[in-house]
């Protein structure tokens, strides 16, 4: 393993903070344990030019005024010198003219709302909900066959509405309207009455576009109702997580869910570099899925970005450096990403499918661009800023 070569790091630490959803009726916390693994395994192994990364870790509660109040905080805690690997339901929207305001630059793991994707200094690892619904949404039509297609998700402002948005500009490209668009709030208390709602126009695909624990409850509300040869039904980035089929079980067997990133057990450098930093740093209760590789994924774009930066690490030059981000591969995702001077931010929109296999998942389809007509603008701008080379 390897996430440095010296001894532990003891010099005067580089702090870095993130927001992240982990309580409130949603618990989203992967990312940022995955990340603080992360920063501890470099600083076990000689820290970033010998100081130690110091991880300040904030929970909003699914509440914006928290989040408002923590992303204040941060920014006026002047020892912080970015943002790195948060993963909140609401914060990006209240955060990000803060952020802006006070020369903090933020690489995301987990992007949810549409401000975490629509701001300047804010820059997401991962491809967000619209596009992994709008992947989920092609999966069905042009793999499946599908030709009524319903969506489910949750009404947290600017998240549910904004992805089902996506899909609807998707299947009008295709010819086709929504068979239904069900929102709920968040934490699914009636999962039968909510996919009643959702089987109103009599869908042969339904989009889960909820966090995992929601979408095993309508799923197993289906299996209730036998609605597996009747209905295809396609997750969202969630569900790929490695405790999932143990919780819908074996009637489940093919189940689709799209990945944002790649497979959980691929034996590639970088995430095998995960695994094993996972099992050497983490608890061995925290998740193993799709936004613990973001989590991870973000730490170490900060960590090999800071050890290439000449001079003081301020936040003017840390951002500066953040922001000159182009091109970074990683076998952990479909195309490079960037970071870049922009007012929009979707590096990640190449995803790739898994479907479930006994107790376990394999590939269904390898990286595949996704069709969501709003990345007309990122797609131009990558060519001609040169940002993925």
């Known amino acids: 393993m390897a996430c440095g070569t010296g001894k532990p790091a003891t010099g005067s630490p580089i702090t870095v903070g993130a927001i992240v959803t982990a309580s409130g009726g949603i618990d989203f916390s992967s990312a940022t344990k995955s990340a603080q693994a992360y920063f501890d395994c470099v600083n076990a192994g000689g820290g970033i030019g010998g100081r130690p990364v ?24 002047k020892d912080v010198l970015a943002l790195v690997a948060g993963s909140s339901f609401v914060a990006c929207g209240v955060a990000g003219p803060i952020y802006q305001q006070n020369n903090l630059y933020d690489v995301l793991a987990v992007g949810v709302p549409r401000d975490c994707f629509e701001s300047r200094n804010i820059a997401p690892v991962n491809a967000g909900p619209r596009i992994s619904a709008v992947a989920a949404a092609r999966y069905a039509v042009e793999v499946v066959g599908a030709k009524k297609v319903a969506q489910i998700s949750n009404r947290v402002p600017n998240t549910g509405d904004w992805t089902q948005d996506g899909v609807n500009a998707y299947l009008k490209s295709k010819g086709m309207t929504s068979a239904g668009d069900v929102l709920h709030d968040p934490g699914i208390k009636d999962a039968a009455a909510v996919l009643l709602e959702a089987m109103r126009n009599q869908p042969d695909a339904i989009l889960l576009e909820d966090p995992a624990p929601d979408a095993a409850a309508l799923l197993k509300a289906a299996q209730a109702q036998g609605l597996k040869d009747k209905v295809t039904f396609v997750c969202l980035t969630p569900c790929y997580d490695t405790t999932f089929p143990g919780q819908v079980g074996s009637y489940w067997e093919g189940f689709v ?55 003081t690490l301020d936040r003017a030059s840390v951002g500066k450096a953040l922001v000159g981000i182009k091109g970074f591969r990683s076998d952990m995702l479909c195309t490079p990403w960037y970071f870049g001077d922009a007012q929009r931010h979707n590096a990640n929109h190449d995803t790739r499918y898994v479907k479930m296999q006994g107790d376990g998942w394999v590939k269904a389809q390898d990286c595949t661009p996704t069709p969501d007509p709003d990345l007309a603008p990122i797609l131009s701008a990558e060519k001609e800023l040169g940002l993925t080379d």
């Open 54 to 77: 110091k991880y300040l870790v904030e929970d909003d509660g699914l509440n914006p005024q928290k989040a408002s109040e923590l992303a204040t905080k941060l920014a006026g805690n």
């Open 257 to 311: 869910s799209n990945s944002e990133f790649t497979l959980l057990d691929a034996d590639t450098p970088d995430n095998k570099l995960w695994r094993q930093v996972m099992d050497a740093y983490a608890d061995e209760k925290a998740p193993r899925d799709s936004f613990s590789q973001g989590g991870f994924l973000a730490a170490k774009i900060f960590v090999d970005t800071m050890s290439k930066v000449e001079g």
